[in-house]
Structure formats: C-alpha cells, structure tokens
C-alpha cells in the first residue's frame, strides 16, 4: 500500500494555496483537498509494516506538542530554470517539524524502515509540470502569506495514483501530546 505521514491543512489556507497555483500556466495542480505538509513519503509497504509503523510513531508523535507553522512564500524544485515541482514554504513552525521528521526517521529505523537519504524541506506541493519548465521571477512570490494553523495530529495517508491525480485518503490519526491547563 502506497502510503505517507503528513500533517493535514485547514480547508481555508488549501483554498487560498489553489489560489496560487492557478497562476502558473502548464501547472497540473494539486487539488486543494489534497495539499498537505508532507513529513515522510514511505513508498509502497505491506499492511503489517505499516501497522508496526504506527505502533513505533505513536510515543514520537504523542511526544511533539501541538505547535503553531505559517505558510508563506513560493518557490520551485528544483530550480526556476528547470521547475518540476511549485511549492509554498514554511514560516513558522519548521523547526518544529524538522524535529518531529527526525523522530520519525528514529522511530521507523528502529522496525526497519530505512531512512530518508535526502533532507527533508518544509513546503507545500501547489502543483508539478509534466517536463521541467522555466518560471519566470515574478511568479515567484517571496511575500506571499497563505495563512497560519495550528498543527495537532499526524496522519498516515494512503495515496491512490489515478489518470486524474492522487487520492489522499487518511488511514490513522495521531494526535500531538494534549496539554491540559
């Protein structure tokens, strides 16, 4: 089952992200319902490697208190002479989400499950282009501000590849640590 851990975005700041993506001419967008704040793509893995996956994140995940990200700005991968993917950064709450993406990469060596070779950047997928395609400067907005949410929960996507796009469909959530005041 292909699947990924990701944290959810409020359907406000999907609408405005869409928004954006729109902007971009030969962009296949990611449908607003979709966008998500990807921490771990874990590729196609049987049921019980997954059900161990959660087992393993679950203390990780209910570790991480519930913290605050900003989405703001956008840029391309991997460079704006040759874009394959448009996206919209983190502001606020990256350094949050490094740390909990270092847990999980912990969590899930510690069953098996190798790690990331490549660094994990916080961004938002807007969209991809079929072949990699020049983006003018000014499409990239470095003052752009797409809202702020707070990011409580883990989820584990399972993610259906369809002629039309993929179909996110969330499979197990995990709640950040609740506080109690």
């Not at 448009?86 to 999980?104: K, M, S, T």
């Not at 702020?148 to 179909?167: C, D, M, N, Q």
Request: glycine share 8%; charged share 20%; aromatic share 6%.
């Amino acid at each position: 089952m292909r699947a990924f851990l990701a944290i959810p975005i409020p359907g406000e700041v999907q609408q405005l992200l869409a928004v954006e993506a729109a902007n971009f001419p030969k962009l296949r967008p990611v449908r607003a319902e979709q966008m998500h704040l990807t921490l771990r793509f874990l590729g196609d893995l049987p049921h019980r490697t997954l059900r161990a996956a959660m087992d393993a994140l679950g203390p990780v995940v209910a570790a991480q208190a519930p913290f605050d990200i900003a989405v703001e700005r956008v840029g391309c991968f991997p460079d704006r002479k040759r874009a394959v993917v448009v996206w919209a950064g983190l502001a606020a709450g990256e350094l949050q989400a490094a740390a909990l993406v270092h847990g999980i990469a912990d969590a899930l060596a510690g069953i098996g499950i190798e790690r990331d070779p490549r660094p994990w950047t916080g961004h938002v997928t807007l969209g991809r282009f079929r072949k990699p395609t020049r983006v003018a400067g000014k499409s990239l907005d470095s003052e752009a501000r797409f809202g702020k949410f707070r990011a409580a929960e883990v989820v584990l996507y399972t993610s259906e590849i369809r002629p039309e796009g993929p179909i996110h469909s969330p499979m197990h959530r995990m709640p950040l640590a609740q506080t109690h005041t």
